[in-house]
């Protein structure tokens, strides 16, 4: 269940090539303080974050599922493996 209290990561205004980084380091703290879920904003526009949040997110042990916020197309609702 998404609430204010979930933790967020806001990606408006990161470069491509940063992305990585910091979505791993987000995942890895909020491993160590196990929340889950968690979510990402990557925005809606040309869908350039979306993907490489995605390709993140599959990469990374830590993360049980993910899926995009019905709700909102601009975030991503993320299950950790806790």
Do not use: A
Not at 1 to 8: A, D, L, Q
Not at 11 to 22: D, F, N, T, Y
Not at 26 to 48: A, E, M, R
């Amino acid at each position: 269940m998404i609430t204010s209290k979930t933790p967020h990561l806001d990606l408006h205004g990161e470069i491509v090539s940063m992305v990585e980084v910091i979505v791993n380091e987000f995942i890895q703290d909020n491993y160590k303080l196990k929340n889950n879920p968690i979510v990402i904003i990557h925005g809606k526009s040309t869908n350039i974050l979306t993907k490489e949040v995605h390709e993140v997110l599959k990469k990374n042990k830590l993360v049980k599922d993910f899926k995009l916020n019905n709700w909102n197309l601009g975030e991503t609702i993320v299950e950790l493996d806790i």
